[in-house]
T-cell receptor, first 112, second 113 residues
């Protein structure tokens, strides 16, 4: 049973560029959430997707957008990258919005 | 006051010790509580859900105190392999009736021989 997968593992971008991160949920899960984790901090909720729609959103600017596909996989897009966007981006899947979440290994984004 | 608070530690304990962590949350209407474990530079892994009646899984016991708005995690007979950061998650009730999964910053545990 494949767990949550994310790609790429690492990414280096320049300030002002755009980035797309990808996530495939655990088999049987239909809800995908995205988090940003800075060093020494807990993960911060960006948004959650269910039935191809954004269901909840945390306190992140519109530069952060996402998409969910019919097969439940998801993308996170970040436009106009800032140095402060450097972090570990985690995807988590669940079978309900408030239930147990299972995390992928994350994408480590460095903005220079 | 932060919405979900944890003492960052580190908690430095010998093998075999019992150690307890607390996590406080700001909104009494919050629901669905969890403990995760995160090893250095790895993703968080679900340790256990926290139920109103309290629950136990081997050496780990989780409890919820709604009146005082905190959850706790007790680890008995600590092992070297328990060394990690322990994150609490609360589905925090926000304006409009929605819930946002909100992590604490984590508590670092170091178990030494």
């Amino acid at each position: 049973d494949a767990g949550v997968t994310q790609s790429p593992t690492h990414l280096i971008k320049t300030r002002g560029q755009q980035v797309t991160l990808r996530c495939s949920p655990k088999s049987g899960h239909d809800t995908v959430s995205w988090y940003q984790q800075a060093l020494g901090q807990g993960p911060q909720f960006i948004f959650q997707y269910y039935e191809e729609e954004e269901r909840q959103r945390g306190n992140f600017p519109d530069r952060f957008s996402g998409h969910q596909f019919p097969n439940y996989s998801s993308e996170l897009n970040v436009n106009a990258l800032l140095l402060g966007d450097s972090a570990l981006y985690l995807c988590a899947s669940s079978s309900s919005g408030l239930g147990e979440q299972y995390f992928g290994p994350g994408t480590r984004l460095t903005v220079t | 006051r932060k919405e979900v608070e944890q003492d960052p530690g580190p908690f430095n304990v010998p093998e075999g010790a019992t150690v307890a962590f607390n996590c406080t949350y700001s909104n009494s209407a919050s629901q669905s509580f969890f403990w995760y474990r995160q090893d250095c530079r790895k993703e968080p892994k679900l340790l256990m859900s926290v139920y109103s009646s309290g629950n136990e899984d081997g050496r780990f016991t989780a409890q919820l105190n709604r009146a005082s708005q905190y959850i706790s995690l007790l680890i008995r007979d600590s092992k070297l392999s328990d060394s990690a950061t322990y994150l609490c998650v609360v589905n925090l009730h926000i304006t409009g009736g929605s819930y946002i999964p909100t992590f604490g910053r984590g508590t670092s545990l170091i178990v030494h021989p």
